[in-house]
């Protein structure tokens, strides 16, 4: 189901023009880009006096400064004007940047490459607020992780493409067929984003400030509106950073320590970005059509296990100008080959949940001017990726080193945003259970509300209940938990995380357990949502118990619609109370299924101890 939806957007008006005109133009930077790196790499004598190395990161910080400059008014811009119109102009424009590029490569001009270099950082940067706005307005919460997927697909299959006609471009050096293929792009880019449907501007009397410091600040005090938001577009731009400054040393990478030809150059840009396309297109299957930061910390995993993997198998091949197939068939090449797609892949899996988040938990009304700090924070991260690489190397380190470094960074750097941030790390936590321990089927999780305040209530069988739920549900959720659960060790890391609200019998801690209901009275006047487990223990027995009074309370302080869940298939689970010696909880089967089933939602006044229970058992059927 998952990927038949993600892909049934290619045949839908809303989404298939503005799909094209963003691909077509990942595909033309690439093109222009890539050519202008092998050219500089390999024939750089002809065109400039500058040293290779050099001339990479200058061409790859002139791309990057138009978005620490402008990213402000380009989000600016694209909250007051219609999204549709502003990337319809950025198009038109992109045919006269490649227009100037191709003049550069007709005179043998670096300084006007550079220059058409620097007005495509311009073109991307006032694209992207406007390409990434437009996705929540144009599709539904359950398409987002698609949406963004196919994106970011298309985006890398672009790449893929591109850096193959850079790759023969450069090869065959005919400066006609290089200045048409340019400028060819553009046109149909252009021509793809007149198809793009008008749409309402988000906040048309928003006056736009001109003065990039100003208007930068803006975007990045629209970004710090959420905390977790915020995070989020930090753990982009840090792979911004990391695949910068991985992507940017392949072509010395490939020269100097591989011994490979421009061929090898394209054969591993091809296998990176591939892995990003696939990386991408799983998020959609493994996150089962919602917004699933659980895959943010397994990105990160492989994103650090195989930039260290291809350290240790770089040593294996050194050659002389060896064309792509000669590296193919060399020793060792595979694993090489294999790491750079694998990187590509868990990068996949790392960024495309955060953009989804990103655009899920932002106002529509600042949606750009968030996307527009993306771009700034982004662009600054690639531009400390670049001047880092140039230290780096200049101090004596070798690149297959850098690229060491880079995954050994990469993983202290997820272990500080998911302790600032736990719910990515328990996210993680809840996917694997329900991925590699047990089977989950939902059931009428539709019956959630994706937005506004709801009571869930659900039978209590054991202690990983709240874990799968939140895994099972699109949305986050605060959970009611006996306050003695927090002191067993591992489950009070988990539940504190969650933030979970602990409550006790009012007899024991009175003062908690006053504490719990402002809390949830609080959480729901929020439009959040709140489960409570109205048993108010774990099962002793396997059975239903009988639900007691405070949720009552909940329901009469803050009414809100109730929606009944079940559980079931966790009785025999080592979570459960069925087992008394520690020693016989062990799983008894492999990925035992479990089910979780959602009701319709019951209005707070027709809502009773007796009829809530009823339904519960309904709901779970004969089955424990």
Not at 80 to 94: G, N, Q, T
Not at 216 to 244: D, H, Q
Not at 377 to 382: E, G, K, Q, T
């Amino acid at each position: 189901m998952a990927e038949q939806s993600q892909f049934k957007l290619l045949s839908q008006r809303r989404f298939l023009p503005f799909f094209g005109a963003q691909a077509l133009g990942a595909f033309n930077d690439n093109v222009y880009k890539n050519t202008l790196v092998i050219v500089a790499t390999y024939h750089a004598t002809s065109y400039t006096r500058l040293e290779p190395a050099l001339l990479t990161n200058v061409a790859a910080g002139l791309f990057i400064l138009p978005f620490v400059l402008f990213s402000g008014m380009a989000g600016q811009l694209a909250d007051r004007y219609d999204k549709s119109r502003i990337l319809k102009f950025v198009k038109a424009a992109e045919i006269a940047i490649m227009a100037i590029a191709g003049l550069g490569f007709a005179t043998h001009s670096m300084e006007v490459l550079l220059a058409a270099l620097f007005l495509m950082g311009m073109h991307s940067t006032f694209f992207a607020p406007a390409k990434y706005g437009l996705l929540p307005e144009v599709l539904r919460n359950a398409e987002l992780v698609g949406g963004n997927a196919m994106v970011e697909m298309g985006t890398f299959v672009a790449i893929v493409l591109g850096t193959l006609v850079a790759g023969l471009l450069a090869a065959d050096g005919s400066i006609p067929l290089i200045i048409t293929t340019l400028v060819a792009i553009a046109l149909l880019g252009f021509l793809s984003s007149l198809a793009i449907p008008k749409l309402q501007p988000a906040a048309p009397t928003l006056e736009i400030d001109w003065r990039p410091w100003t208007s930068t600040w803006e975007n990045l005090r629209a970004a710090r509106e959420s905390r977790t938001v915020f995070l989020s577009i930090l753990g982009i731009s840090w792979f911004w950073f990391y695949g910068a400054l991985v992507l940017a040393q392949l072509p010395l990478y490939t020269k100097d320590v591989l011994g490979g030809s421009e061929e090898v150059v394209t054969v591993l840009l091809v296998m990176f970005s591939a892995g990003v396309g696939i990386g991408s297109l799983l998020c959609e299957r493994l996150s089962g059509g919602k917004v699933e930061i659980g895959l943010v910390p397994f990105g990160s995993i492989g994103l650090t296990v195989f930039a260290v993997d291809l350290f240790f198998a770089t040593p294996a091949l050194v050659g002389n100008n060896l064309s792509a197939r000669d590296f193919i068939q060399a020793a060792g090449s595979w694993r090489v080959l294999l790491d750079m797609a694998l990187i590509g892949m868990f990068g996949g899996l790392f960024i495309v949940p955060l953009y989804a988040m990103v655009q899920q938990r932002t106002r529509r009304e600042i949606m750009s001017r968030v996307i527009g700090a993306n771009s700034i924070l982004n662009a600054v991260f690639m531009v400390v990726a670049a001047g880092f690489a140039a230290l780096a190397l200049h101090a004596g380190m070798t690149i297959p080193q850098l690229l060491l470094l880079t995954g050994v960074l990469n993983a202290f750097v997820a272990i500080y945003i998911y302790s600032l941030v736990p719910e990515f790390l328990l996210r993680f936590v809840a996917w694997l259970l329900i991925h590699f321990v047990y089977r989950l089927d939902r059931r009428g999780i539709e019956n959630i509300p994706e937005r506004g305040p709801a009571l869930l209530i659900c039978n209590h069988v054991g202690f990983a209940d709240a874990i799968v739920i939140s895994a099972a549900c699109p949305r986050p959720i605060r959970f009611i938990m006996e306050s003695s659960i927090f002191k067993i060790p591992v489950l009070s890391t988990l539940f504190r995380g969650m933030k979970a609200i602990p409550v006790a019998p009012q007899k024991e801690d009175p003062e908690v357990y006053e504490r719990a209901f402002q809390l949830v009275a609080a959480e729901l006047r929020a439009g959040n949502l709140v489960c409570i487990f109205p048993e108010g223990r774990l099962t002793p027995d396997g059975e239903i118990g009988e639900f007691r009074a405070g949720m009552m309370r909940i329901l009469n302080e803050t009414p809100v619609p109730v929606v009944p869940l079940s559980l079931s298939g966790l009785w025999d689970s080592m979570f459960s109370r069925k087992y008394k010696q520690v020693w016989q909880r062990w799983p008894r089967r492999f990925l035992a299924k479990i089910t979780l089933r959602a009701g319709a939602p019951i209005p707070a006044e027709r809502a009773d101890l007796q009829s809530l229970r009823q339904r519960v058992v309904e709901l779970r059927g004969a089955a424990q």
